[in-house]
């Protein structure tokens, strides 16, 4: 049951109500003994409106079952619904195999219709007498087991290349994927080393922005060491000159020489003596 529902009917069975009810639904069970498990059948009997046009069970049967078997008796020939049915399974779809049409000449029934879609098929003979009985002969039974044995090969060779052609645009996508990533993983590796090289160029133009400036403060440093050196110097040879010089009056220190001696007093007996001469 879960491959029907997965996979579709083995066989869709195209039958008239009028003429071909009982041979159709003996051929279905014959067709469900055969191989491992039989196959599934689908008869338009069980799923089939009564109105001028195709049910929806029976449409999702045709576009999803792998054999078309026609029971071409005279009502089948004449019947619009059957000639649809033939018709829809027969159109071509993309990315869908190639679907046999298995007509079963009743008594020389289908000899007289020229329906497009069975023009050059084989059509298996039957006899009126296996119809009247609902006894399908054995050439009939393995011709349809056969077909079918044939369509799920082919069914399965196209699922096959179909999946190795995906499996080969995905494998391209992939590797496209891969080198697009590759391409901008080295773009990326690129970047990184130059802004790498960059920050290296930063670093050493800051290492010699500090060793320039490094150098500047020691030459500051033995310029203000001289300085003071100069200054202690200057005040040791002025303390050698004798003191300060004056500047400008009442400044010491800027500008005046050392004061004169105080002039000598006269003694007192040289000037008596004076005084009596």
């Known amino acids: 049951m879960l491959l029907r529902f997965l996979f579709g009917d083995d066989v869709f069975i195209s039958y008239s109500r009028r003429d071909g009810a009982n041979y159709a639904a003996a051929l279905a069970n014959e067709l469900s003994k055969r191989e491992r498990g039989g196959f599934s059948c689908f008869l338009d009997q069980w799923g089939a409106s009564a109105a001028n046009e195709l049910s929806g069970p029976v449409v999702r049967a045709l576009n999803r079952s792998s054999v078309l078997v026609l029971i071409g008796t005279p009502g089948a020939a004449e019947s619009t619904m059957v000639r649809e049915e033939v018709r829809r399974f027969s159109s071509k779809r993309r990315f869908r195999p190639h679907r046999p049409v298995l007509p079963v000449n009743i008594n020389g029934a289908l000899d007289r219709v020229s329906w497009t879609e069975l023009t050059g098929l084989h059509r298996t ?51 496209s994927a891969a080198v697009n990533q590759r391409r901008q993983a080295v773009a990326q590796t690129a970047l990184a080393d130059k802004n790498w090289r960059e920050s290296e160029r930063q670093a050493a133009n800051a290492r010699e922005s500090a060793k320039q400036a490094e150098e500047k403060a020691i030459e500051a440093l033995a310029n203000a060491k001289r300085a003071d050196e100069q200054r202690v110097l200057t005040e040791q040879q002025t303390d050698d000159c004798g003191g300060a010089p004056v500047g400008h009056a009442g400044e010491p220190g800027k500008g005046r020489g050392p004061e004169p001696p105080p002039p000598q007093r006269a003694s007192r007996r040289g000037g008596d003596a004076q005084t009596s001469g």
Do not use: M, Y
């Not at 007498?129 to 349809?144: C, F, M, N, W, Y």
């Not at 079918?148 to 052609?165: C, K």
């Open 125 to 175: 003979v039957e006899t009126e007498d296996a119809r009247k009985d609902g006894l399908p002969t054995e050439s009939v039974v393995r011709l349809i087991c056969n077909s079918h044995a044939f369509a799920r090969r082919n069914q399965r060779v196209r699922w096959l290349s179909i999946g190795a052609a995906v499996f080969l645009v995905a494998s391209a996508a992939a590797s």
